[in-house]
């Protein structure tokens, strides 16, 4: 099953090699991982979307719990939760494409944040699903790079995730 | 008053009560060493080889509750010492390395005896800190001992540029420390101690299975006293023997891969099971599934969240110090009315015994040659079952483990977690200077000695009376074991050919030796070698070559499939 799980840690050097060895040493995987600090720059926040089975994450909360710089971890899939993924595609934009791209990216509520004679670079935000359906929606040859951040969750409703 | 970063390294030590740390300089710690030398309240003990000081460090803990500590130079005194550390982590002992590191302007530059320290280090340590400002030093060995003996304790790794050493700064040494970060749970949540009680007074079939928890909490009085009022069997894993009296009538024996056949029947067929301080390894109960297969409830109590439910679910977790569950449990058994079904206990413990009259580690006492397990039984007499035993890893390990029975925790010490050949000689070293006026036995084989054997010029210098107890087989004997049950005789690289004289091999370290080769002489020897109050006596035991360690779970097999002497 998939979970994504949201993390408040400590903003030093390093906690982000604990994290991600924690992952590799143990054999769990890791589909993304986003991380930045909070509006107290002593805390770092990071949502990780992972699979396994309800015993494989429950040893993955145990086990970030006890990294000396974790704070707090809460598995986001749970409860009701919102997840958004920002994606950045450049892709080429000639002749009839052109039009076609636009309106795409008008249907999706992309943007277009950059123009040249060839080309139009467009910011899509959602949940990874939708920016799979938006490069499933336009043709493959068109597409000339793409850069996604992975999700980033947060709780539905008055839950709080804080130190 | 400013002090440099070297000082301040010292004083800290000082004010965390270390008395002793075992070390080896290098060009990173120079500025630390000259701050030791000026001073006499921290003792330093030069090892021969990196790995020397960190298990020496690791031995001095586990024999007395203090955290052990070692520093070492940067580079390939990291990397030597890494063995030690992985080996301390593995088996949750407290333990403070300083290490040295090049200066921070040339942190990256591939400096001259440089590595990522706290990199490499990432995975065997509890926590690890690089010092990058003098001013942070301080509270950082102060987080650094808090961290390594607080919770589940283990080993924590400070590393510090050469230039942090050299500058200076006000010092000031933290009297407290609070982490937003890292709070560990201490007392046991009081519904799931009732919830457990409950259970182990409708238990038909009880049993008791503890490991190094036991240890390392010093909850060995507690679980004493528990297991005596319930009148429960109790069973130790390799790590918690000393936890409940090996000699007493409720010990069954330790579990596991070479437990004993009723410890590991009754591990299997219990139909309660309190788990303390332990973790269901693969070397405790074997094959996960197997053991599943019978319904049994379980209660796990275990200071450490993520070690209960990872191979066993269990029903009743209990997350707290050993200790203070331990006791609270007891209280709660006290004051409860009811009473377990003395019937159903007698019926088990009838099941038991007859587990027992299998008499699973029996040997051949006749042996014109000299048989390790009978060497261990004479240790244990000619110790009077009062030796600090260190150990290091095979065969002789699990001998020692089945036939010293021990009564008192802190008097077994091994590399169980890792299982590191070599961990003996300087663990024993660390475990005499933590204790200057104990017998100290390091029980040896020929290959595990010959890992760290250079430490020999330690125990020489700081006149160690360490008695060395050496199973010679000439063979890497628990490899050759596997290689007949399991690849066909085939003894692939595991005789030890080319072996030293051992005793002219001691001897030119200044020290004294004996061999052994009938058994006749074996309890005079070992006689003789302890009335040697002063001395290091190394005793060379010329033992039987085929000998091999039962019972025995094959790897992935179930607790209770086990292969006896007699099958064979
Ligand atoms: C550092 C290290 N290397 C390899 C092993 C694998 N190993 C486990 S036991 C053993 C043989 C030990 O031989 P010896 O010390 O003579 O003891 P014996 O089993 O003969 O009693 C080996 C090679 C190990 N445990 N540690």
């Known amino acids: 099953m998939r979970h994504i799980i949201s993390i408040l840690l400590e903003n030093e050097s390093g906690a982000l090699s604990r994290v991600s060895g924690l992952f590799s040493a143990r054999g769990y995987n890791i589909e993304s991982l986003t991380v930045a600090p909070t509006e107290d720059p002593s805390l770092s926040r990071m949502t990780i979307v992972t699979t396994g089975s309800d015993d494989v994450i429950e040893q993955i909360t145990k086990q970030l719990n006890k990294l000396i710089e974790v704070v707090k971890v809460v598995d986001l899939s749970e409860s009701s939760h919102i997840e958004r993924e920002l994606m950045l595609i450049k892709v080429r934009a000639v002749g009839k494409d052109r039009d076609e791209l636009k309106r795409m990216a008008d249907i999706f509520r992309g943007r277009i944040l950059d123009v040249t004679e060839h080309t139009y670079t467009i910011e899509l935000t959602g949940t990874g699903a939708k920016l799979d359906a938006f490069i499933q929606a336009i043709e493959r040859s068109v597409i000339l790079e793409t850069v996604r951040t992975g999700a980033s969750g947060i709780s539905r409703g008055e839950r709080v995730l804080r130190a | ?568």
Not at chain 2, 147 to 176: M, N, Q, W, Y
């Open chain 2, 1 to 568: 008053m400013e002090l440099s970063g070297a000082e301040i390294l010292i004083r800290c030590l000082q004010e965390e009560g270390v008395e002793c740390v075992f070390g080896y300089p290098g060009g990173a710690v120079l500025f630390i060493y000259d701050a030791l030398f000026k001073q006499d309240k921290v003792k330093h003990i030069l090892v021969r080889h990196e790995q020397g000081a960190s298990h020496a460090a690791d031995g001095y803990s586990r024999a007395s509750n203090k955290t052990g500590v070692c520093l070492v130079t940067s580079g390939p005194g990291v990397t030597n010492a890494v063995t030690g550390i992985a080996t301390a982590y593995m088996d949750s002992i407290p333990m403070v390395i300083i290490t040295g590191q090049v200066p921070t302007h040339a942190i990256g530059q591939d400096a001259f005896q440089e590595v990522d320290a706290v990199g490499i280090t990432r995975p065997c340590v509890k926590h690890n800190i690089l010092v990058k400002d003098v001013r942070e030093l301080a509270s950082a060995v102060k987080k650094a001992f808090h961290i390594a003996r607080s919770g589940r304790p283990g080993p924590v790794l400070i590393d510090i540029p050469k230039d942090v050493t050299a500058a200076s700064c006000k010092f000031e040494f933290p009297e407290s420390i609070s982490m937003r970060s890292y709070n560990p749970v201490i007392k046991g949540h009081p519904g799931q101690i009732k919830k457990a009680a409950q259970l182990l007074l409708e238990a038909k079939r009880p049993m008791i299975y503890t490991g190094g928890g036991v240890i390392l909490s010093e909850a060995a009085a507690q679980l004493t006293k528990l297991v005596k009022m319930l009148g429960y069997p109790c069973t130790n894993t390799l790590m918690g023997l000393g936890g409940f009296p090996g000699s007493d009538a409720h010990f069954l024996g330790m579990l596991g891969m070479h437990g004993t056949y009723q410890a590991n029947m009754a591990m299997q067929h219990c139909d309660v099971l309190l788990a303390v301080g332990a973790r269901f390894d693969d070397r405790v109960i074997g094959n996960p599934q197997h053991f599943g297969e019978v319904p049994r409830k379980i209660i796990h109590i275990d200071i450490d969240p993520s070690s209960i439910s990872k191979r066993v679910k269990v029903d009743v977790p209990i997350v707290g110090n050993v200790r203070e569950v331990l006791g609270d449990l007891v209280k709660v058994l006290e004051t409860n009315r009811e009473k377990h079904d003395a019937k159903a206990l007698k019926a088990w413990w009838a099941q038991i015994e007859l587990w027992k009259a299998k008499d699973c580690l029996r040997y051949d006492r006749a042996s014109k040659i000299i048989k390790p397990q009978f060497v261990v039984e004479k240790l244990y007499e000619v110790t009077k079952g009062d030796a600090i035993i260190v150990s290091d890893v095979g065969q002789h390990q699990m001998w020692t483990a089945q036939f010293y029975k021990f009564d008192k925790p802190r008097r077994w010490i091994n590399s169980g977690g890792l299982g590191t050949m070599g961990f003996g000689l300087p663990a024993a070293m660390g475990a005499q200077i933590a204790n200057p006026k104990a017998t100290v036995t390091c029980v040896t084989g020929e290959a595990s000695f010959q890992m760290c054997l250079q430490e020999l010029s330690t125990c020489k210098q700081y006149r160690l009376p360490i008695k060395i107890v050496c199973l010679n087989n000439r063979y890497m004997g628990m490899v050759r074991q596997w290689q007949q049950f399991f690849h066909g005789n085939r003894y692939s690289e595991s005789y030890m050919d080319a072996l030293p004289d051992f005793v002219a091999l001691v001897q030119s370290y200044g020290h004294s030796g004996i061999r052994i080769e009938n058994p006749a002489d074996v309890e005079p020897a070992l006689k003789d070698a302890f009335k040697r109050k002063d001395e290091l006596v190394f005793l060379d035991f010329i033992t039987d070559q085929s000998e091999n360690v039962f019972p025995m779970v094959p790897g992935g097999m179930g607790i209770s499939e086990m292969i006896l002497a007699e099958e064979l």
